[in-house]
């Protein structure tokens, strides 16, 4: 197959204004998903897609949900190379405020940007639209040149991810053994900077607790029984004071025993990367890490477990003052797990260490609000080194591991209901205002995203 | 003057059903001051009040304010021994839900408690016209027996008590000289229990203060910016959790350098007092004291400052979760106070603690609610021991010193605006449900109440 990727990637080249074409007859399909009134217009573009994919050679079908369909594709060859399910959604966001788009949102516009790039300008073009086809594109291409595909691909596309996804879990369990592949490909991140391609290889889990604390079975009044009775706002902050030590290591018992150091590679990696903690911070109006002593802002962000508090609430909030001592008072609390950790352990974990603070005379009560395994793709995986070549190899620069605090449900998903990995690697950037007026692509991330996934496809092939 | 005081306790026993005359005469005028419907009777209760002086020997006086009027009396006799002002207020609640009263609420029932005591039941029994009274009535009973009291003694009456006392600051500034006493006598307090007498000498005082912190200035995704990020809510718990130690004291700088040790014959008369910490915490459902470690609860809630957290606010508080990191976090800081204690130099002292330990890149807002010094009676002036030594005499039971943790505005303002102190003496009983429904005093409070002035009163002569 390697030898037929210089012409797959002269062909892309060549072929970049159809691409595009193509990519515009999608983008002027108004699926918006959380709108009843598209509903018709997400059946249509669920449609083109089912006939794209069988152009290509897919055994394709527009799949019935409660909500809008499924499109999946498989292709007929015999199996050969590993199988990858490529993975993406072909609903957007409603384009409201319309007033602030310079052009009409579904009639695709290529823009000169003040930098000289040019710019896809439209709802859809990058997330997911402009994305998902650089997939498609490449498989086109490979299809074109050498009659095939270099290994074996299935495709699943959703209409529901803007809309919370309610169709993704029953699907996947009704297909779980169709939909099943060796590794899931999901093209929905982004690339580090203008010029740096990135995987994303980490991504934290989450255990969210809500704890409330009842000391008197009733509000006080401080002039009364101030100091006497137990205040269990005091008592509450002493004990949230306590999760972070002094250098900003989390205190529950075994928080730490199942966290692995970052490999030295990647920590080298990160550290070449041009990434200036004083600007990150000053985005926000920040300029003094808060973390864990000795530990870089990437590292902590992308591959360190935390605890944050994301809601405190007790006694009078009001205008003015009461010298209330309230009866209750409560928090909502969140840690971010790295790969190995357990969530049970970890809620376990805070709830006894909240219960070793109580008096005896005062009880607690906890909520779990969800917990998520941290995920992350193995470096010494079949998957990761080929991919990263092939993106060093296709923008001239090394390809980086990201990590993310934020979650990305489908990657979970895989993993627990299909047992697959999955490779995330996007192409977008991080202006380009998505869910929001004037969203666009780069045109060169939709060129270099095709020919990023040609030599992909043809690295997992070796 | 002592040669007559017997008569005069025989005199108000003989003319107890005479002194419940007057006192329901009283009661029928529903002065209700909160209400404009009521303003003619709160007028009428003024006039009322202004007769009885006159008719006492006093030259007294209904003076109009912009709300209800005052009455303000004086004795003509020749000044002799200390000059008293009593301070009363005939204005009373509102009495809804009225269905919930068992005999109509301006209409003075006599009932026959469960326990065999009677009980006066009417809006106003107990606060304050049924209090007031007990002063009035000793007056009268000295007036009839010697032809006149037995110190110099000037009364101010108001009606706004129950709404806030609007008109009390200023009346009080414009005369100033005419108001001013030795001292002042104030009956709106508690006995100590149905049998023990009391007198408050230590009322606290309060600084209120409410301190925003901001991190970053916008809230933030815990995914994208946990732990690097400075959480305020983080910040602030830790900073609240250092505002008392481990045994319960006040880490503030110089926060006790002005507070004195309690006398050892208080603290020995509160030992012996029929006080039981675990019953006094069970009401509301607490047994374990939570304050200074090596403090009989006594003496947290009367005589020592302490610091409490009466409210805090920050992050996501709705239902369900948010990974957020807010930008802003607060909470509302008391601090009560005894004798001695500077609210500003406390007030100083709280903001320079919590400044102390905020990084350079976060900031915190304080807002000033308000400050009053604590207020007590010297045990070694003129006023207390001939007080608890009448009070001793007609309970036969050792009368307490008591403190209240709550404040007494009025105390505050002879204070403040006439340089007096004030002898708190109070006959009522907790359970008179004062400002609700079938509020009641005991006729026993009543009777007691008026002989005690009378000792008091000749008790001043000596």
């Known amino acids: 197959m390697a030898d037929h990727l210089s012409a797959v990637l002269d062909h892309i080249d060549a072929d970049l204004d159809k691409s595009l074409e193509r990519l515009f007859e999608f983008i002027r399909i108004p699926s918006i998903s959380t709108d009843p009134a598209y509903k018709e217009d997400c059946r249509r573009a669920a449609e083109w897609l089912t006939v794209q994919l069988r152009e290509l050679g897919f055994v394709a079908a527009t799949r019935a949900t409660p909500g809008h369909p499924m499109v999946v594709g498989h292709q007929t060859q015999a199996a050969k190379g590993p199988h990858v399910l490529f993975y993406g959604h072909y609903d957007v966001q409603p384009v409201d405020p319309v007033e602030l788009w310079n052009t009409p949102p579904f009639e695709p516009t290529l823009v000169a940007a003040p930098n000289g790039d040019t710019w896809i300008v439209a709802r859809g073009a990058s997330d997911d639209k402009g994305a998902l086809m650089t ?122 025993d199942d966290v692995s150091e970052l490999p030295k590679a990647v920590k080298e990696q990160w550290a070449r990367l041009p990434f200036d903690e004083a600007s990150f911070l000053n985005q926000v109006g920040l300029s003094i890490p808060a973390g864990e002593k000795g530990r870089g802002v990437l590292e902590q962000i992308w591959a360190r477990p935390t605890c944050e508090i994301n809601g405190i609430v007790g006694g009078y909030i009001g205008e003015g003052f009461k010298t209330v001592i309230p009866s209750k008072a409560s928090a909502k609390v969140s840690f971010r797990l790295v790969s190995g950790q357990n969530p049970t352990k970890i809620r376990e974990a805070f709830r006894d260490h909240v219960r070793s603070y109580m008096p005896a005379d005062c009880t607690v009560t906890f909520r779990d609000h969800g917990a998520s395994p941290a995920l992350s793709l193995p470096l010494d995986g079949p998957w990761l080194r080929p ?42 950037r991080f202006d380009n205002r998505v869910h929001s007026p004037n969203e666009k692509y780069d045109l060169s991330s939709f060129h270099h995203g095709i020919r990023s996934w040609a030599r992909i496809l043809a690295a997992f092939a070796r």
Chains 1, 2 share one sequence.
């Open 387 to 428: 991919a990263l070549d092939a993106l060093t190899a296709e923008w001239g620069r090394e390809a980086t591991l990201a990590g993310t605090g934020g979650s990305i449900p489908i990657v979970g998903d895989f993993k627990r209901l299909l047992g697959m990995d999955a490779l995330m690697v996007g192409f977008a």
């Open 135 to 256: 997939f498609l594109e490449a498989c086109r291409a490979w299809k074109t040149v050498s009659g095939e595909l270099p290994i074996r691909v299935s495709i699943l596309f959703e209409g529901e991810e803007e809309s919370g996804s309610p169709s993704l879990k029953p699907f996947l369990e009704a297909n779980s053994d169709e939909l099943s592949a060796d590794v899931a490909l999901v093209c929905d991140t982004d690339m580090w900077d203008d010029e740096t391609p990135a995987i994303t290889t980490m991504l934290r889990g989450l255990v969210g607790e809500e704890v409330e604390i009842t000391c008197a079975d009733r509000d006080l009044h401080s002039g009364m029984f101030g100091a006497a009775a137990r205040n269990p706002i005091h008592l509450l902050t002493e004990i949230l004071a306590t999760l972070r030590d002094a250098d900003g290591r989390i205190t529950l018992q075994g928080f730490y």
